[in-house]
């Protein structure tokens, strides 16, 4: 493997035009917990795994400097909204709430697609 380095530059800022982490899917706990040993065999620490409502998962940043996250698809977004409301209002995991007002005045104005549900779907 190849990992170039700039020993003589910062690291990335967030901000438009740079990448915070990369993100990858784990099949199972169990796989998350494997790819925490593998790291731990190759030097690297994890932090993790965190639960995050939806997903858990475990971070690891590679010599480069380059964020990892491993997250497991489960338990899901219905976790705390049926399926049929999934979009249809700000959900925010418990540990989020106190911030509700703050992440609102953030976000920007949206009005999300109207489907009319009494036009075909095209395959008749």
């Known amino acids: 493997m190849l990992d170039l380095v700039a020993?003589?530059?910062d690291r990335g800022r967030m901000g438009v035009g740079s990448i915070h982490h990369?993100?990858?899917?784990?099949?199972?706990?169990?796989?998350?917990?494997?790819?925490?040993?593998?790291?731990a065999d190759h030097g690297l620490s994890a932090s993790g795994p965190i639960?995050?409502?939806?997903?858990r998962s475990l971070y690891c940043r590679e010599p480069g400097g380059v964020l990892f996250?491993?997250?497991?698809d489960g338990p899901g977004f219905t976790v705390d909204?049926?399926?049929a409301d999934l979009g249809s209002s700000l959900a925010l995991p418990a540990w989020l709430e106190g911030k509700r007002a703050e992440i609102r005045a953030a976000l920007p104005a949206f009005d999300p697609p109207h489907v009319d549900s009494s036009a075909g779907t095209g395959d008749e």
């Open 51 to 55: 639960d995050r409502t939806y997903f």
């Open 69 to 72: 996250e491993i997250a497991t």
């Open 81 to 83: 909204e049926d399926l």
């Open 22 to 39: 990369v993100a990858f899917t784990a099949e199972s706990v169990a796989e998350e917990e494997a790819w925490k040993e593998a790291y």
């Open 7 to 9: 020993t003589d530059a």
